[in-house]
């Protein structure tokens, strides 16, 4: 099947969902219009492209029946300039459409938990978990998503040690699932007197918030314990016992949660990230074997990969996986990261487009 005969295809799939949509039938049936839309959505974007390439086709087939056609030296003429402007429209529309035409990530539309972690450098990289944590929650207020917290772990500088959040919204994972790895900054410490630049380092994971069908998890292999909430500076301190945590034995894993007063919703909260972790675990195991067929070159992170750099003097930031540098980095750490995180998924884009282009051959 060629491209055009894909494309004819999906375009009849379109026609049914809007004759569906417009259905009297139908209009009750609430699950239906919804699984619809999310159908029409996804198919729009390759639609207007269908649109401008059938458009260019027709084109093409005209200036060519005028050439094979016509005597007249001036109208031919036009008619070959023209079709050569036209077979470059074709070229270029048939590689946006070959990217559109990717199978989609089934998981991008998903919500996430992020975990931050100061790494090597004391209390500068505390005070950097902290500035790449308001860096990711400014980017979702601007994305409109909501982020609530589940735990936090503070230091008495203004620093974080850990912080785990909850961000929903529309393709959060889609936007966020390339942020997991090592994030290294190179800066002068508010602390240090004598200016001079340390380097020092935090890790963040991006996980999927899963839904309880997707992962099980036997209660006889969780031990929990119940303790009273801390925070810096004796902030945060509860006269109860309410801070949850749960170790999943099996696997060693430890998460807690102590940012609420009722015990029964950090219950909830720390069962919502156990589940999270384990699902990441899966996943990982599955990519580690995907990757010993074919290394990703963008990849979707491991808190040990090193994949970016934040440079203050120079107010740069560069992502070592796609060779990127913006000397946006002001802007970035407010939250603007929309340029940082396109070009990201361009790059997978264009990997995954050669990968199965390779695969034909």
Known sequence: MNLLERLEKIKTRFDQINSQLSDAANTNDYDK?????????????????????????????????????????????????????????KEVLEEEIKALLLPKDPNDD??????????????????????????????????GWKYELIDLNETGLGGIKEVVFSITGQSVYGNLKFESGVHRVQRV??????????????????????????????????????????????????????????????????????DERSQLKNRIKAMKVLKARLYDLELKKQNAEQSAIRKSMVGSGDRSDKIRTY??????????????????????????????????????????????ESDQF
Request: proline content about 1%.
């Open 33 to 89: 219009i919804k699984t619809l839309n999310k159908e029409r959505i996804n198919l729009d974007e390759i639609i207007t492209a269908y649109e401008k390439y059938s458009s260019v086709i027709k084109n093409i087939e005209g200036n060519l029946e005028i050439i094979n056609s016509y005597k007249e030296s001036e109208l031919v003429e036009m008619a070959s300039l023209e079709l050569d402007e036209l077979k470059s429209q």
């Open 110 to 143: 998903k919500d996430i938990i992020m975990e931050i972690r100061a790494g090597t450098g004391g209390d500068e990289a505390a005070l950097f978990a902290n500035d790449l944590f308001r860096m990711y929650t400014r980017y979702a207020e601007i994305c």
């Open 189 to 258: 410490p508010e602390t240090e007197g004598s200016g001079r630049v340390h380097t020092s380092a935090a890790s963040v994971a991006v996980m999927l918030e899963v839904e309880d069908v997707e992962v099980n998890v036997n209660m006889n292999d969780v031990k929990i314990d119940i303790f009273r909430s801390g925070g810096a500076g004796g902030q945060n301190v509860n006269k109860v016992e309410t801070a949850v945590r749960m170790t999943h034995l099996p696997t060693g894993l430890v998460v807690q949660c102590q």
């Open 311 to 356: 440079n203050y003097p120079q107010n740069r930031i560069t992502d070592h996986r796609i060779g990127l540098t913006l000397y946006n980095l002001s802007n970035i750490m407010e939250g603007h990261c929309e340029e940082l995180i396109e070009q990201l998924k361009i790059a997978d884009k264009t990997e995954k487009l050669q990968s199965a």
